[in-house]
């Protein structure tokens, strides 16, 4: 088949590229490389601000147009696939449309469905927007909030939603939002991962001092949780000063950030999510311990019973502290998950398997057109 992925979130679709390209079918990656990320890409559609800026990116669009026309399938990151208003990415969607086989969307991060969902409907326990019954009303949600809802992005999510052949979710959370509405066309595929160093065991070692790594991001800190679990990993560092260090990622280039958590036995992912986002799964396929979302929903939508390494919290200070405190009390624990976190990324998240899912996908909405 020939495939154009557009857009990408976290090495998403340039990983799913390899994957197919391994499987034999040919494979062109559009996108901006997910901004300072800067993931490989075969159309290079990043934006650097000002006149010069706007000028060169338009210029590749226009040049790139003729060449993104007679594919079997065209799947887009999200509604906002490019670094445009949505007004101006509605015509270039419908050219899409019209020019190649296939359309699917991507379920994978923020977007109108996610946003609304749970404003109103709530189908989760808590999430970026609701803890409970409660809406959140931090600074963060109400920008997201005001940026999807009766707004031109949100209509252009509504449009391509109802237009498109498929909606695939790459977490729990996405699928449980669109599938409602959806059921005919949303499908869920994990994320793929490739393992840098594949190996069946983690490193055997005393692990006490524990290595905690967190990533922050100063202006999503509350909106995703890290300055809770940031504050109950410094509690903890001061009570257990000797058996507990502390690596704080904040603004730092993305090898240096690799290269932070590479070191780390254990890696603090967002407070209020169901499932483990691209970081915490490229962590633990790295044999790093994910403490944050493992609800039981996430295991579940993978169909495992018995691998279930993520250490998971509830979101408040409280249960972050205690999971923690956990594997200092008992660090005979802390291999045992290690080794389990790798084996858990081989066994739902390999990139060649994920791929293999995709390729079904494809196949199927090629050969089994709806009417």
């Not at 449980?176 to 066309?185: E, G, H």
């Not at 209020?272 to 986002?277: I, M, R």
């Not at 490229?282 to 279930?308: F, H, K, Q």
């Amino acid at each position: 088949m020939k495939i154009l992925l557009i857009g990408e979130y976290s090495n998403v679709h340039n990983t799913l590229a390899e994957g197919l390209r391994m499987l034999g079918h040919k494979v062109v990656v559009a996108s901006n490389g997910d901004f300072w990320k800067n993931y490989p890409r075969d159309i290079d559609f990043s934006r650097n601000p000002g006149f010069a800026g706007t000028f060169r990116f338009a210029a590749r669009l226009i040049n790139a147009l003729p060449h993104m026309r007679g594919y079997d399938v065209v799947q887009i990151i999200n509604p906002m696939f490019l670094e445009l208003k949505a007004e101006k990415i509605l015509p270039i969607y419908r050219y899409l449309r019209r020019n190649n086989g296939k359309v699917v969307m991507g379920a994978y991060g923020m977007d109108y469905y996610w946003v609304h969902e749970n404003v109103t409907k709530m189908p989760l326990r808590y999430s970026d927007f609701n803890i409970g019954d409660h809406l959140r009303t931090d600074d963060d949600a109400m920008k997201e909030w005001a940026d999807w809802l009766d707004t031109p992005k949100g209509h252009l999510n509504q449009y391509i939603a109802h237009d498109c052949d498929a909606i695939v979710a790459g977490l729990y959370e996405y699928w449980a939002c669109y599938q409602p509405l959806f059921p005919d066309k949303t499908v869920f595929i994990p994320f793929p991962i490739k393992q840098k160093s594949p190996k069946d065991k983690a490193d055997s070692q005393d692990h006490l001092p524990l290595k905690i790594f967190i990533g922050i991001s100063k202006q999503r800190s509350a909106y995703k949780g890290t300055d809770i679990m940031l504050e109950a990993a410094r509690k903890l560092k001061q009570k257990y000063p000797k058996k507990v260090t502390l690596s704080i990622a904040c603004g730092v280039p993305f090898q240096k950030y690799t290269q932070m958590m590479n070191d780390a036995d254990v890696i603090l992912d967002q407070l209020y999510s169901y499932t483990p986002a691209m970081n915490g799964l490229e962590a633990m396929s790295r044999g790093i311990i994910c403490v944050g979302g493992g609800e039981p929903e996430n295991y579940d939508i993978l169909g495992e019973e018995s691998l279930r390494p993520i250490i998971n919290t509830e979101p408040n200070e409280k249960s972050v502290y205690n999971a923690l405190e956990q594997l200092i009390s008992h660090p005979e624990m802390i291999t045992a998950l290690k080794e389990q976190s790798i084996l858990y990324i081989r066994k739902h998240h390999d990139y060649l398997q994920v791929a293999r899912r995709y390729e079904n996908l494809y196949q199927e909405l090629i050969e089994n057109p709806k009417e």
